[in-house]
């Protein structure tokens, strides 16, 4: 496996350790490939249909299903002992989760958490994908409370508290949901 870019050797995987993965990526992905071709058939339909259709214009309509495919195509989150690592179209980026210093929030279309960790190695992680995934929260909320034992998460305690909070509420809404509670 790869080490993070920043060369230190948290990424590497020893016998027994566990790596969790975004359990939706692989449907995520899917509906990516779904939209950006559905598109790609359409606009070849209408220009068909209206006799336009051309080498040329084909090729743009091609290259726009691609850019629309890379729009949103998902980031892949794993996570293992004291690591997280986000892999996105041009590359991945690993933080050490017990070795954090800085944790961010990201406001937007879809809120992020920044992660930064003592090696400079940064990574944003959707919050969604967090809230989706027991899993994989509860590997960064281990390295993150390992960090602020050892006094190295200097900002970013309150970052993490609310998204539990978030993440417990919501985890008890699907309980009595799926239990006929409500």
Not at 147 to 164: I, K
Request: aromatic share 4%; charged share 25%; net charge neutral.
């Amino acid at each position: 496996m790869k080490t993070g870019e920043s060369g230190n050797s948290a990424g590497c995987l020893r016998a027994g350790d566990t790596v969790v993965t975004d359990r939706r990526w692989a449907a995520d992905v899917r509906a990516a490939v779904f939209c950006a071709a559905a598109l790609l058939v359409l606009l070849h339909l209408v220009d068909l249909a209206a006799g336009t259709l051309d080498v040329l214009r084909s090729g743009l309509w091609t290259a726009l299903a691609a850019v629309l495919f890379s729009v949103l195509f998902p980031s892949r989150v794993t996570a293992g002992r004291h690591w997280i690592a986000v892999r996105g179209l041009l590359g991945e980026r690993r933080v050490s989760t017990d070795l954090l210093t800085r944790v961010g929030h990201r406001d937007g279309l879809s809120p992020r958490i920044v992660l930064r960790d003592v090696w400079g190695a940064r990574a944003e992680v959707e919050v969604e994908t967090l809230a989706a995934n027991p899993l994989l929260w509860h590997e960064l909320d281990t390295g993150a409370r390992r960090a602020r034992e050892d006094g190295l998460l200097s900002s970013g305690s309150a970052v993490l508290q609310s998204l539990a909070q978030r993440i417990e509420s919501d985890t008890a809404r699907e309980v009595f949901e799926a239990s006929g509670l409500r």
